[in-house]
């Protein structure tokens, strides 16, 4: 699964695109194999997250709908223009997500994101989610750009 990166965002350029924030920003960097199309961004999970206080204690596991919502996040960095604040991206739909297994704290999750298909604002994209190179997660993902009045 060796990419060619042509462009590696980090943090900072992450915040620039995205509204979201700690807790929920769901992504620490992204690699960009080619300008527009597919991207992989990269999801350090920690003990110390939230969500693993309830998600379960005993055996902390990633909620799927988390992992989904990385792999959109994913997405809209590939899609966002930097700073721009007159745009927002908002997640519309998923088909076909598939969770194959858990992705635990101390996980790195890689999630490659494909553009499939754009028509004018909406966006859809082929997820796929990796701890390694065994695949823990797949799905279809639509978006939509909204141009703030």
Known sequence: ME???IQELGIKDILKRLPHRYPFLLVDKVLIVEEGYRCIGIKNVTMNEPQFTGHFP????MPGVLITEAMA???AVLVMSEGDARKDVFFMSMDGVKFRKPVLPGDQLKMHLTLE????NVYRFRGEAFVGDVLHA???LTAMIYEKK
């Not at 005993?58 to 596991?61: D, G, H, Q």
């Not at 298909?117 to 004018?120: A, G, H, L, P, V």
């Open 3 to 5: 990419e060619k990166i």
């Open 138 to 140: 797949e799905g279809i």
């Open 117 to 120: 298909q754009s028509r004018r």
């Open 73 to 75: 996040q994913t997405a």
């Open 58 to 61: 005993e055996n902390p596991i």
